[in-house]
């Protein structure tokens, strides 16, 4: 090992030894390059630092593997088991101290795996990985997105699901965690936009998840979430984003789902670049299965080249879903080649299996009679009197009652903020100035 290695484990050792992890984590940067140079020797290195006791230094020789891998090309299988151990045995106070290298080793990490097709092992270790590094069940950190993006990959959402069900209260900034963390290298100086970028992918690869799982009202509200994010300007995620809110929206109600008006980036910016969606919403409100089954078909193209073609014939099939639901608004009975005559599907035998569906999933309420193909539909048979419903009631109230609690904590703490008290008594001094008359010099209406 060379002198310049024998000197950062010995620096690691002794600043661990005496409790020194902030000092350490101060220094450790600047010997990046150094371990990115020696990537060939790093695993001496490793041999002589314990993950328990010697949990920042393992990092940064763990970081400088993962920015080497591009020209080291190290075996995955070793490199994968390496990051493992490391999240299964680290000290997570230590980590604290050098958050943002944590995080930057968790993206390298997730970019390797992806590069190498196996983004299924990387799963479970991005979900420890998370556990260790945030302080509230409940809060958003940067890894979240690559916990996302490593199960649409992997097609896995066992796992994610756990995290995306849990609404967000706190969100982890790395530029306010990276304040008493400089790096000098350029190369690695944090970028406070990806505070922004990391937030915006958790709810875009969030709403492609729920989409995936059919969990079409939750996605929606993932990707409102996404476009409603204020901005100065539009980024390419916040506008796939919307195409796919647009779809989403078709879907779950039949129209486009309610924006908020103070959104200026979606007039401005969003909609001209969303042509073909908006003629799909368009043909949508038709309720013409065949009009919209054209429109998709003009714009396959786009839709393919988007990523959203599944998503169109999901579309296409809440449509006929749809106007089979206002045939039970009209009619007792049908035949089934009425109902596929009404709403445009090629035979009985395929509105006979919407319907079969519908009923399996409690879209509708009604029998088919097999003998003379008839559908009798019926009302709701729910009275909403049994306990079981007297229990979900309960439960819901329960779950309203504690966002408003979250609510009104939320809303304290910012009243309480220091920088929200002055920029809101500054705004007082400017509507009293504005209220005092001005002295005009020459024509007021110059």
């Known amino acids: 090992m060379g002198s310049a290695l024998e000197n950062y484990v010995n620096q690691v050792r002794t600043l661990s030894a005496s409790g020194s992890y902030r000092e350490l984590a101060e220094e450790l940067p600047e010997t990046l390059s150094l371990l990115a140079r020696n990537w060939s020797i790093l695993d001496n290195v490793l041999e002589t630092l314990d993950m328990q006791q010697h949990s920042l230094g393992v990092l940064y020789v763990l970081l400088a593997k993962l920015h080497s891998a591009s020209t080291a090309n190290p075996e995955p299988v070793q490199l994968i088991?390496?990051?493992?151990?490391?999240?299964?045995?680290?000290?997570?106070?230590?980590?604290?101290?050098?958050?943002?290298?944590?995080?930057?080793?968790?993206?390298?990490?997730?970019?390797?795996?992806v590069q190498k097709n196996l983004s299924i092992v990387g799963i479970r270790i991005l979900s420890?990985?998370?556990?260790?590094i945030r302080q509230l069940d409940t809060q958003l950190t940067p890894i979240?997105?690559?916990?996302?993006?490593?199960?649409?990959?992997?097609?896995?959402?066992?796992?994610?699901?756990?995290?995306?069900?849990?609404?967000?209260?706190?969100?982890?900034?790395?530029?306010?965690?990276?304040?008493?963390?400089?790096?000098?290298?350029?190369?690695?100086?944090?970028?406070?936009?990806?505070?922004a970028k990391y937030f915006l992918l958790y709810y875009y690869y969030g709403g492609m998840i729920y989409t995936a799982?059919?969990?079409?009202?939750?996605?929606?509200?993932?990707?409102?979430?996404?476009?409603?994010?204020?901005?100065?300007?539009?980024?390419?995620?916040?506008l796939?984003?919307?195409?796919?809110?647009?779809?989403?929206?078709?879907?779950?109600?039949?129209?486009?789902?309610?924006?908020?008006?103070?959104?200026?980036?979606?007039g401005r910016f969003m909609k001209p670049m969303a042509n073909h969606y908006h003629d799909l919403v368009n043909v949508y409100a038709n309720s013409s299965s065949e009009e919209l089954r054209i429109i998709i078909l003009k714009y396959s193209e786009a839709f393919t080249r988007d990523n959203n073609m599944g998503l169109a014939k999901q579309v296409a099939t809440s449509l006929y879903k749809r106007n089979i639901q206002r045939l039970t608004k009209t009619f007792l009975t049908l035949s089934l080649s009425d109902v596929a005559s009404r709403v445009q599907l090629s035979s009985a035998v395929e509105a006979e299996r919407y319907i079969l569906n519908m009923i399996k999933s409690g879209e509708i309420y009604a029998?088919?009679?097999?003998?003379?193909?008839?559908?009798?539909?019926?009302?709701?048979?729910?009275?909403?009197?049994?306990?079981?419903?007297?229990?979900?009631?309960?439960?819901?109230?329960?779950?309203?009652?504690?966002?408003?609690?979250q609510i009104n904590k939320m809303e304290e703490e910012i009243i309480?903020?220091?920088?929200?008290?002055?920029?809101?008594?500054?705004?007082?001094?400017d509507d009293l100035t504005s209220q005092h008359p001005k002295t005009f010099s020459g024509d007021p209406t110059d």
Do not use: W
């Not at 796939?240 to 980036?265: C, D, H």
């Open 213 to 238: 799982v059919k969990n079409y009202e939750r996605a929606l509200y993932f990707f409102e979430v996404c476009i409603t994010t204020p901005a100065m300007a539009m980024s390419h995620i916040m």
């Open 416 to 429: 309480l903020n220091p920088l929200y008290v002055k920029k809101a008594l500054g705004s007082q001094d």
């Open 144 to 195: 979240h997105a690559d916990l996302c993006l490593l199960s649409l990959k992997a097609k896995h959402f066992s796992v994610v699901l756990h995290y995306l069900d849990t609404d967000i209260t706190d969100i982890s900034t790395v530029a306010a965690e990276c304040k008493t963390q400089q790096q000098q290298q350029s190369q690695h100086t944090v970028d406070a936009n990806n505070d």
């Open 240 to 266: 796939e984003a919307y195409k796919k809110f647009l779809m989403v929206s078709l879907i779950v109600e039949g129209k486009i789902a309610y924006i908020p008006k103070n959104t200026q980036v979606i």
């Open 367 to 405: 029998s088919i009679n097999q003998k003379d193909g008839m559908v009798l539909f019926k009302d709701d048979p729910e009275k909403y009197n049994s306990p079981d419903m007297f229990l979900n009631v309960q439960t819901n109230i329960t779950q309203v009652l504690d966002q408003v609690k």
């Open 81 to 113: 088991l390496l990051m493992r151990d490391f999240v299964q045995r680290n000290n997570a106070e230590q980590l604290r101290f050098a958050v943002c290298a944590f995080y930057e080793t968790c993206h390298l990490f997730t970019e390797f795996v």
């Open 128 to 132: 420890r990985a998370i556990d260790q």
